[in-house]
């Protein structure tokens, strides 16, 4: 079954630590990772997009990876400001079915 | 890349009613996408709108209860009808302009149904 899991589910975390955030899936055949920031009433908007042969990708202060063995990515933030508090979603395209596999996200807090 | 206007961006609407979501994309775009995103859950694909053909729906998602609109490449509407508070949630419309290209999205609709 295609699914895209998210851990943690919340994070809470101070102004200018880093954290880490994981996503683990099972979708086949394997397309591309996607990872979104999520503002609370904004819509998702794109952050990076991995393919199968990506292992790291960075955007300013996120770096996301990918083992595409493991089937298992995560999206690593640095330094981390009051603006990052959002929620982050995991997403992987189905090369089969062209579809998107949304996880249910991680909801970031950062306290100042 | 693509801006999404999309709106109402909220709404409260009485139980049996219907609402109508309009999204305008700045460029012509072969599909766009309509989900719905309810509270602490993931985005569930409701359907995807094919300019000059009906619109593909996904399982639970039927056609009497999401009509779809899409009159050219830059324009959607998706209405909900028949409201319940079952439908309060998020929707949120979608394009992705190029194969494996970022998908860009509306700011979203947040409907709540009394």
């Known amino acids: 079954k295609n699914q895209v899991e998210q851990s943690p589910q919340s994070l809470i975390i101070l102004e200018g630590k880093n954290c880490t955030l994981q996503?683990?899936?099972?979708?086949?055949?394997?397309?591309?990772l996607r990872w979104y920031k999520q503002d609370t009433g904004r819509g998702p908007v794109s952050l990076t997009i991995?393919?199968?042969?990506?292992n790291t990708k960075s955007n300013g202060r996120y770096t996301a990876t990918l083992d595409a063995d493991t089937k298992q990515s995560s999206l690593h933030i640095t330094a981390s400001q009051l603006s990052d508090s959002a929620s982050y979603i995991c997403?992987?395209?189905?090369?089969?079915?062209?579809?998107?596999?949304f996880g249910t996200g991680t909801r970031l807090k950062v306290l100042a | 890349s693509a801006v999404i206007s999309q709106k109402p961006s909220r709404d409260i609407c009485q139980r049996g009613t219907s609402l109508t979501i309009q999204c305008q994309v700045d460029?012509?775009?072969?599909?766009m996408f309509w989900y719905r995103q309810q509270p602490g859950q993931s985005l569930t694909l409701i359907a995807t709108?094919?300019?000059?053909?009906?619109?593909?729906?996904e399982s639970g998602f039927v056609i009497d209860k999401f009509p779809i609109s899409r009159p050219n490449l830059t324009f959607s509407t998706l209405t909900v009808s028949n409201m319940s508070p079952e439908d309060s949630s998020i929707y949120l419309c979608?394009?992705?302009?190029?194969?494996?290209?970022?998908?860009?999205f509306g700011s979203g609709t947040q409907l709540s149904v009394l």
């Open positions: 996503c683990n899936y099972t979708v086949s055949p394997f397309s591309n």
């Open positions: 709108a094919n300019q000059g053909s009906e619109a593909t729906y």
């Open positions: 460029s012509q775009v072969t599909m």
């Open positions: 979608s394009v992705e302009p190029g194969v494996n290209e970022k998908l860009f």
């Open positions: 997403v992987v395209k189905n090369s089969g079915t062209y579809k998107y596999i």
């Open positions: 991995m393919t199968f042969s990506e």
